[in-house]
């Protein structure tokens, strides 16, 4: 059984930094195409950033502020939040699949985590 369990969520100012971690068990972790999403109330669910098992990546509108990587021997999956905005105030989701080779904001993922809040104040 698959599961996906996200961290390191919480309420920051803005300007600072956040480091959120994605767990995934279940499988061999190495070979998971990842992602993280993001969705507030009322809005549609946007997605971040997205890694492949052969590391490539892609950002969303974060890009620059943002950072997604891999921890293989950890089976853990980050996304390094810098330069963080009000804007930024979500529950971030993480993602995971076996059968995706790319990491297209359009993909749909397998797997998924119960969310962890961050909350940036101005």
């Known amino acids: 059984q698959v599961q996906v369990v996200e961290s390191g969520g919480g309420s920051v100012r803005t300007g600072a930094s956040l480091r959120l971690s994605c767990t995934v068990s279940?499988?061999?972790?190495?070979?998971?195409?990842l992602a993280w999403f993001r969705q507030t109330a009322g809005e549609e669910r946007e997605f971040v950033a997205g890694l492949t098992w052969s590391d490539d990546r892609t950002y969303g509108a974060v890009e620059g502020r943002f950072t997604i990587f891999r921890d293989n021997a950890k089976n853990t999956m980050y996304l390094q939040m810098d330069n963080l905005k009000p804007e930024d105030t979500a529950v971030y989701y993480c993602?995971?699949?076996?059968?995706?080779?790319?990491?297209?904001?359009?993909?749909?993922?397998?797997?998924w985590g119960q969310g962890t809040q961050v909350t940036v104040s101005s």
């Open positions: 279940g499988n061999t972790f190495s070979w998971y195409t």
């Open positions: 993602a995971a699949d076996l059968g995706l080779r790319t990491s297209c904001p359009g993909n749909s993922y397998d797997y």
